[in-house]
């Protein structure tokens, strides 16, 4: 059974940092893509970030590109959001999620984190 479980998080003030980490467990870690994404009150889902089962190529939403860093030593089975320079408008309910291909889109994801909430105090 696949699982992902969330750490990281927290409240914030704008400009601070926050790492959040994506344990992943039941699938062979370095041949899935991985992504994040969020969830603010009342907004659909977006994407914020996404990286190749080998780590090599990247690809972040231009609300966070410059800012945040998507990293996944596969010798840990974990992916990483380190999020810098955080702003009001990055508060959100964050999600990693595991899927067959390094995609923007959520459709290509089938399973998720349980989420974990960020929130910047402006």
């Known amino acids: 059974q696949v699982q992902l479980v969330q750490s990281g998080g927290g409240l914030v003030q704008a400009g601070a940092s926050l790492r959040l980490s994506c344990a992943a467990s039941?699938?062979?870690?370095?041949?899935?893509?991985m992504g994040w994404f969020r969830q603010a009150p009342g907004k659909e889902r977006e994407f914020v970030a996404t990286i190749s089962r080998s780590g090599g190529d990247t690809w972040y939403s231009n609300s966070v590109k410059g800012r945040f860093t998507i990293t996944r030593p596969n010798a840990e089975n974990t992916v990483y959001l380190q999020m810098n320079s955080l702003k009001a408008e990055d508060t959100a309910v964050y999600y990693c999620?595991?899927?067959?291909?390094?995609?923007?889109?959520?459709?290509?994801?089938?399973?998720w984190g349980q989420g974990t909430q960020v929130t910047v105090s402006s």
């Open positions: 039941g699938r062979t870690f370095d041949t899935y893509g």
């Open positions: 999620a595991t899927g067959r291909f390094f995609s923007p889109s959520s459709a290509d994801y089938d399973y």
